[in-house]
């Protein structure tokens, strides 16, 4: 009688720990992985933004930063929830091929090509195209990311416009470091060399040296940032629910007006167009 009267309590004290339990092991899961561009961690912007989305959901982002590229390739893996990325062309076609659900438009802000501040290639002004047919025929120190990332993406196609075909021969002074922007950026004043960099990023980074922006408020430099959570169909472990709460959130009145608040030295460093 008395073992019997051991077992039902313990039995029971197990079923009320599985119950206390139970809401802290929820809580510990919900959390979503974002795949998403450098320049979004290295301006700051994900600092300031994700404290307000977890703090509105109760939902943790965990976030690896790197590419546009590596990032897509992450998501099609089932390796991330969900995109935070900026290379247009490229988050159509990964959603046309199944792997997204969805794209939907969020921020955007501009390139800009950024060298020493006495311009000794002589190209400062807002022709993207004329500046770097400048710093390719003069052989001038130009670093490039060479990483598939969305700068890396928008930086050829700015090449091409300009006449210059990469695939068949680089510049002389054209250099490819395989690295993020922040590392690029730190190559360039190192070295005192040309860069492409996204506006955000570079308002954030403090190693500056010599450099400032050179070509600014080219149409073409127009630099978009889009949202995508992952298909399920094709990673059913994706966490599809909170991956959507987020891109609900960021085209949301609340995280807009977030994202619109983040500013370095009154400046505001991107600009929300969900709604366009």
Known sequence: MAS???????????????TLLAPI??????FIVLASTTSTEQSGLFKHL??????????????????TGQALDMARRGDADALFVHDQPAEEKFVAE???LARQAVMYNDFVLIGPKSDPAGVRGKD??????RLGSTGTAFVSRGDKSGTHSAELRQWKLAGIDLASAKPAGYKECGCG???????????NA????DRGTWLNFKNRADLGIVVEGDKQL????????????KHPHVKKDLAQGFSDWVVSRDGQAAIASYKIGGEQLFFPNASQ
């Open 194 to 197: 040309y860069v492409l960099s």
């Open 222 to 233: 127009f630099n978009q940032y889009g949202v995508i959570v992952v298909n399920p169909a």
């Open 181 to 191: 922007m922040g590392q690029a950026l730190n190559i360039a004043a190192s070295t």
């Open 128 to 133: 993207i195209a004329v500046a770097l047919k």
């Open 98 to 100: 199944g792997f997204g």
């Open 50 to 67: 994700l404290p307000q989305f977890t703090k509105a959901t109760g939902t943790e982002v965990r976030v690896v930063a790197v590419g």
């Open 25 to 30: 092991a929820q809580a510990r899961d919900k």
């Open 4 to 18: 019997r009267r051991r077992f039902t309590l313990l039995a029971f004290a197990a079923a009320l720990a599985g």
